[in-house]
Every structure is written in structure tokens, then in C-alpha cells.
């Protein structure tokens, strides 16, 4: 991804804390990219709001707490 290597290049480090959010394991083996780029389910839409929240507030958690707060606050929810 290029934009890792930016980032990358100018840090001169990959050694720099980084968000990361999943897109869960509900699909078959190679089918990641079909799974990510496809459409969203009915009960996922429904979800959607309350995620994008959580989201926005873990970015905030990192920024103004740290990277091990917001760990602690925010995995596996």
C-alpha cells in the first residue's frame, strides 16, 4: 500500500503506532476481497451507524489518550 510507504519514508521508521479496523471473518478462504467489496447485508446497514460512532470515538481515544488506552478501551467490542 503505498500510502504505508509514505507514511513510512517520511517517519524513516516502520516502527510508528497504527490504527487498525476489522471487517470480522464471516467468508469463505480467498473470498476476502469479494466480502469487503461487496454490498451490505440488511442486518449490517443496521449497524452501521452505532459503528461508524464507536469508530470515531476510538480515534479520538488514540489521539488524546494513546495508543494503549485506547487499546484498552476499544478491542474486541
Same mark, same amino acid.
Given at each position: 500500500?503505498?500510502? &504505508? +510507504?509514505? %507514511? #513510512? #519514508?517520511?517517519l524513516q521508521t516502520v516502527d510508528?503506532?497504527? @490504527?487498525?479496523?476489522? *471487517? $470480522?471473518?464471516? =467468508? /469463505?478462504?480467498? +473470498? #476476502? *476481497?469479494d466480502y469487503v467489496l461487496g454490498?451490505?447485508?440488511?442486518?449490517? &446497514? +443496521? #449497524? @452501521?451507524?452505532?459503528? %461508524?460512532? !464507536?469508530?470515531?470515538?476510538? %480515534? %479520538? /481515544? =488514540? $489521539?488524546?489518550? $494513546? &495508543?494503549?488506552?485506547?487499546?484498552?478501551? =476499544?478491542?474486541? !467490542?
Open positions: 500500500h503505498n500510502g &504505508l +510507504k509514505d %507514511i #513510512q #519514508q517520511v510508528y503506532p497504527r @490504527l487498525r479496523f476489522g *471487517v $470480522g471473518a464471516n =467468508f /469463505s478462504t480467498g +473470498k #476476502q *476481497v454490498d451490505w447485508q440488511a442486518d449490517e &446497514l +443496521k #449497524q @452501521l451507524n452505532e459503528r %461508524i460512532e !464507536k469508530a470515531g470515538e476510538a %480515534i %479520538i /481515544s =488514540f $489521539g488524546t489518550d $494513546g &495508543l494503549n488506552n485506547a487499546m484498552n478501551n =476499544f478491542n474486541n !467490542k
